[in-house]
């Protein structure tokens, strides 16, 4: 950026941009985790079903993840300040629907458009932030930016348990409407509009194969840990979206004007940021999905109290990130992200002699140790993303780079959530064999998970229940350990690769389109 550009009015309010821009974000962030605290709310308010119930979570997932790709390269065209207003608005609209809906399929039709707004917001913040940041700055920025949204994921439970507790279920909709305000507002005042000055003709077979094929591929990983991996649907919309995900590939590379240049993967810089985002997201959403169950039904916490308990967590992400920048200026990108994988890798390796009985200030400190690293991993990475593109085409990258880390979380949370449930189920039916008198049905249900255990257990005389607990809690630390480890190969193998494939440094000038390197 030279003086001219630094001595405009846009320059000179970067931060407070980056304030309105992470407030946009974090009215999502939060919105995707305090339903799950809502949901036994739900379920008695509305008369839903469980199906339904999961279709409130997924709704919105599917549709954010599916449309991803689309909205960043419309951002990238009409004006990325332009869209992410219009998705604020989008979003507040669809949260006041949310929160007068009257039966558990209107609430599905408006996460689902909530699930719109929150496409149209989230690649334009990083895009945004690419523009208005100087190279020199803009690594220090997307740490901010990671390191809020993290604070956004452990303030969901915590705001949610506490709505809950204290006002009606469309609280936690009705929360949206003031942050989306104050950020609809603040934005027309702080943001600047920026958009591909050369932009190509619209990419309509290519709009239509990624929202089709990335829509299938997320319902199918979605799906797939409740249905069953061998359930035909599940295998028919994985085996159908990995097909048109191909099919898109091959039209992009031979269309003249592609909405996604796959030139860019051959920059090593961005193809290796999009594979440590996606190592971290696989290894770490599985791993806090066990997390989860073992704060609630191991050591018995409540989910406000759960939610509490990873704010350790989203500290060290905070710092982690927000810090990483000055050492990457040191040390180079490479070094970093190498160190916030093997320090990840440690944790894990920890968290694998955790008992049922590990006292509090033990967990805490391998959460923040874990968040730290993760803060190392995760904000160099976009940083490297956004770096190796063109910054007319930053609205595309943000989208890939989110949607790879949502796919690649939908992943672990079915690859690393099954070896779980696989290595429990093993160990709880051996143990259980030796208690006898017990129905078969309950014994079946009990196996199933350590939260379908204890709910057996109430139903049995204390005696016999706090034995399938206590089987239950032994079988389920079982799985973990066995979890927290593969996690721990996963960190392993992401500093590997970041070892091998990742530049230290950022080039000095951007390739154009057409010349990105071999």
């Known amino acids: ?31 995707a985790t305090i339903v799950n605290v809502a949901l036994p709310t739900l379920q008695r308010e509305l008369n839903t079903t469980g199906t339904e119930l999961q279709w409130i979570l997924n709704a919105y997932i ?19 300040k332009h869209m992410l207003q219009a998705g604020i608005i989008l979003f507040g609209g669809a949260s006041v629907g949310a929160a007068y809906a009257d039966t558990s399929i ?15 917001i ?35 439970p915590i705001i949610g348990g506490l709505l809950i507790e204290h006002f009606e279920w469309n609280s936690i909709f009705l929360i949206n409407i003031p942050i989306a305000f104050i950020a609809l507002v603040a934005g027309m005042l702080l943001i600047p509009n920026s958009r591909d000055p050369n932009p190509k003709r619209p990419d309509f077979p290519g709009t239509a194969l990624s929202t089709v094929a990335l829509g299938s591929v997320v319902f199918g990983l979605v799906q797939g840990s409740r249905w069953g991996w061998t359930d035909p649907a599940v295998i028919g919309a994985l085996a159908g979206g990995v097909a048109l995900l191909g099919i898109f590939i091959l039209w992009e590379r031979y269309t003249d004007h592609p909405m996604l240049e796959v030139g860019f993967f051959r920059s090593p810089r961005f193809s290796m940021g999009v594979g440590a985002v996606s190592l971290m997201a696989f290894g ?18 409540t989910a406000l109290e759960t939610g509490v308990r990873f704010v350790p967590l989203a500290v060290g992400i905070f710092i982690g990130a927000g810090s990483s920048d000055r050492l990457v200026a040191r040390i180079g990108t490479s070094r970093v992200m190498v160190t916030g994988f093997l320090f990840n890798a440690v944790m894990l390796a920890l968290a694998s002699f955790w008992q049922s009985n590990t006292a509090f200030w033990q967990l805490g400190l391998v959460f923040f140790g874990m968040g730290f690293a993760l803060g190392y991993i995760a904000a160099p990475a976009t940083d490297a993303v956004m770096g190796a593109l063109p910054e007319a085409q930053a609205g595309v990258g943000s989208a890939i780079n989110t949607v790879c880390r949502m796919v690649a979380g939908s992943m672990g949370v079915a690859i690393i959530g099954s070896i779980l449930n696989t290595v429990y189920t093993s160990r709880f039916n051996d143990a259980i064999a030796s208690v006898s008198g017990l129905p078969a049905n309950l014994v079946e249900a009990a196996s199933d998970s ?28 079982d799985g973990w350990q066995v979890m927290a480890l593969v996690s721990c190969g996963i960190g392993i193998i992401g500093a590997l690769c970041t070892v091998r494939f990742m530049p230290a440094q950022h080039e000095d000038t951007v390739p154009v389109l057409g010349e990105l390197p071999d």
């Open 106 to 120: 209107q609430l599905i039709v408006w996460r689902m458009i909530m699930g719109i707004g929150g496409a149209m």
């Open 122 to 156: 989230l690649p334009a913040t990083l895009a945004i932030i690419t523009n208005v940041f100087p190279r020199d700055e803009r690594g220090r920025a997307i740490g901010v930016w990671a390191g809020l949204n993290a604070f956004g994921i452990a303030l969901g």
């Open 450 to 477: 350590v939260g379908a255990a204890v709910i057996v257990a109430q139903q049995l005389p204390a005696g016999i229940g706090e034995t399938i607990v206590d089987i239950a809690r032994t079988s389920f630390m």
């Open 1 to 31: 950026m030279n003086t001219a550009a630094r001595n405009t009015k846009e320059y000179r309010q970067r931060w407070w941009t980056l304030a309105v821009i992470s407030l946009s974000v974090l009215v999502i962030v939060i919105d």
């Open 284 to 301: 770490q959403i599985g791993i806090t999905f066990g997390l989860t169950l073992y704060m609630q039904f191991v050591n018995g916490y």
């Open 62 to 80: 599917l549709v954010f993840g599916s449309l991803m790709l689309t909205t960043g390269a419309l951002g990238d065209r009409l004006g990325r």
